[in-house]
């Protein structure tokens, strides 16, 4: 059994995997001022009320956006589960050929993603990674990491809606828009936040696809929102909500066995 852990801006997405099962998943609130031993007594109290027997888990690896926390983190899993945990960066066997003008630019989540995404599905492949962030990463046939796209994330959207407007309220994305012409404010922000992203992905998708060259792709989509959003695509999109994990998982058997 290993422990992953997967820190994003605002979120730590953290779980356990035995084999190819993912035995839970936890959503934490990522603090880059809490120390190692605070983050130890969270992971604790996680494991625990999961059920996990501590003694059995084998090892540890860590993504993260966020460098800061990295060391604390690390720090707690040691004083946890007594594990040395790997740090998904330069120099871990990754399978992926990567053909940006300079990978060491990659981030860790898009790396596990990719990974994940060419484990799990038959490339080419475009992935969605719907967190603080948007972003999207696209795979050729080849299996060819090759680039892709950052745009402002849904929540932060609305945040910025929220602050820099007298008059628009912080609105529950989790609502489903009943249609794309809102008749009041609250559904009038709901198609935009919602609807609106939804098209940018299926524009997106559309114009990547033309671009790459590819008459069909398949259309990955894994993050906090997710769910949210690609329900609401007219392209197929398929939400993974595991992925990152088990990307980690994939890069773990990678480089320690």
């Known amino acids: 059994m290993i422990t992953a852990i997967d820190v994003g801006n605002s979120n730590i ?3 356990c995997l035995e084999g190819k099962e993912v035995l839970f998943t936890a959503r934490l609130r990522t603090d880059q001022n809490k120390t190692g031993d605070e983050y130890a007594i969270l992971f604790h109290s996680v494991l625990q009320i999961h059920n996990i027997d501590i003694k059995k888990i084998e090892g540890s690896i860590i993504s993260s956006v966020v460098p800061r926390v990295v ?9 946890v589960t007594g ?11 990754t ?12 981030g860790s989540d898009l790396v596990v993603g990719a990974v994940a995404a060419l484990n799990k599905y038959q490339p080419p492949l475009i992935l969605f990674d719907l967190g603080t962030a948007t972003t999207m990463s696209a795979i050729d046939g080849e299996g060819r990491f090759l680039g892709g796209a950052i745009f402002p994330g849904v929540r932060i959207s609305q945040d910025a809606l929220s602050a820099r407007t007298s008059q628009l309220p912080y609105i529950n994305l989790d609502a489903k828009p009943k249609k794309v012409i809102g008749t009041n404010t609250i559904a009038s922000m709901q ?5 609106g992203n939804a098209a940018m992905l299926d524009g997106m998708i559309d114009r990547a696809s033309e671009e790459m060259g590819e008459e069909k792709v398949t259309v990955i989509a894994t993050g906090g929102l997710a ?14 909500d595991n992925l ?4 980690l998982r994939i890069l773990y058997e990678k480089n320690c066995k």
Do not use: F, H, W
Not at 71 to 79: G, H, V
Not at 227 to 240: G, L, M, N, Q, T
């Open 244 to 247: 990152l994990l088990e990307g």
């Open 83 to 93: 594990t040395d945990a790997l740090v998904v960066g330069p120099g871990m066997k």
């Open 13 to 15: 997405v953290m779980g």
């Open 227 to 240: 769910k949210s959003i690609a329900p609401y695509c007219k392209r197929e999109v398929i939400v993974d």
């Open 191 to 195: 198609s935009g936040l919602v609807l």
């Open 71 to 79: 060391s604390p983190i690390k720090d707690a899993l040691q004083k």
């Open 95 to 106: 399978g992926i050929q990567i053909v940006l003008d300079n990978p060491a630019q990659l």
